[in-house]
């Protein structure tokens, strides 16, 4: 088992405490090069971090030939052009979510890994935490028998940091994003249930904009229909006076809910009464997949999260937005 070596492109906050440390703490696996743009900010960061290595520019990351493979942790906006650049350095991808802008831009993605034969990962890390290990288990285990629904509610309050239009934070400015927070984190929801029940065939949505605090869509209502038969509804709301966040699955015998981004118990619910789960989260909630693909390179176990069921997430979020983009220009 040889020690995989990891470059990140762009360590913003989520390389902080979510993402960075795990390709520290990973087994086989060593943080030996960092980049952001801003020179100063990379080598706080490699100082804090120790982290050998700093640049402010993603090619001499990429060309590092202390380099193994490549995290690219920027906004969307720029993921398929270090995708691309890193592929054609024959490294390994792993690739923050949501995976691109668009779902075109994902199959430019796995189109150039697959030709220069290296691997794409995306960070839909979920798929990789005991809590949601627990609730795919229950499911296949047959504790609510055959899957027939799934209900998403997601609602948030206006953030202050959205109150100014001369400094919005980047996850609601759609070029830099590809649309507003339901892209950041509705789409971790979506992925998760590709997971647990395949690929969803049809999805359709309505997207509004009602706070007007940004340009991005702030409340996005969805319809989708998984291969597998399950059908799903899902509101997401980021104006609202409280914060909801559950997933219902409901089956021939029972149902499951539990929370996207809070580490609150799973509840199961059947004929036999109530049961919980609480599951907490790991310190960082990359570090369980990031274990997955560093297994993978050295030839042990294979990692959930791919660029293929990634791009399927991608081209879900375009179906319910489509409306809303086609509307805007965006």
């Known amino acids: 088992m040889r020690t995989i070596r990891w470059g ?30 801003n020179e100063a900010l990379a080598k706080d960061y490699a100082d804090r971090h120790g ?21 690219i942790a920027t906004p969307p ?25 668009t779902w075109t ?33 229950l499911i296949e285990a047959g504790t609510i028998g055959v899957p027939r629904s799934v209900t998403i509610t ?45 690929p969803i065939r049809t999805a359709r949505g309505v997207a509004v904009n009602q706070g007007g605090y940004y340009p991005a869509e702030d409340h996005v209502a969805g319809t989708f229909v998984f291969d597998s038969g399950v059908v799903g509804v899902g509101t997401w709301c980021f104006t609202t006076f409280q914060e909801v966040d559950q997933t219902e699955i409901v089956g021939t015998l029972g149902k499951i809910s539990f929370a996207s981004f809070k580490a609150d118990p799973i509840k199961l619910t059947t004929a036999a009464g109530l049961q919980e789960f609480a599951i907490g989260d790991p310190p960082h909630v990359h570090q369980p997949l990031i274990q997955t693909i560093v297994d993978e390179l050295n030839g042990v176990g294979v990692c959930p999260s ?10 879900v979020v375009d179906q319910l937005l489509a409306e809303y983009r086609e509307q805007n220009g965006s």
């Open 8 to 37: 990140i492109i762009g360590v913003g906050d989520v390389t902080e405490v979510k993402s960075g440390p795990g390709f520290q703490k990973a087994s086989n696996s060593s943080l030996v090069a960092v980049m952001r743009r």
């Open 51 to 71: 982290v050998p290595r700093w640049y402010d520019d993603a090619a001499a990351l990429i060309n590092d030939p202390e380099v193994e493979a490549v995290y």
């Open 77 to 101: 906006y720029a993921h398929k052009q270090y995708t691309l650049m890193s592929a054609a350095a024959g490294k390994p991808v792993y690739v923050e979510k949501p995976m691109a802008l």
């Open 105 to 137: 831009d994902c199959q430019e993605m796995i189109s150039a890994c697959r030709a220069a034969r290296v691997p794409l990962w995306v960070g839909y890390y979920r798929r990789a935490l005991p809590r949601f290990i627990r609730v795919k288990e």
């Open 154 to 198: 997601l609602h948030r309050r206006a953030a202050p940091e959205m109150f100014d239009p001369q400094n919005l934070p980047w996850r609601v400015v759609p070029e830099l994003s590809g649309g507003g927070i339901f892209v950041d984190m509705g789409s971790h929801t979506l992925d998760f249930l590709d997971y647990l029940f395949g």
């Open 306 to 315: 791919t660029g293929e069921n990634g791009a399927r997430t991608s081209w």
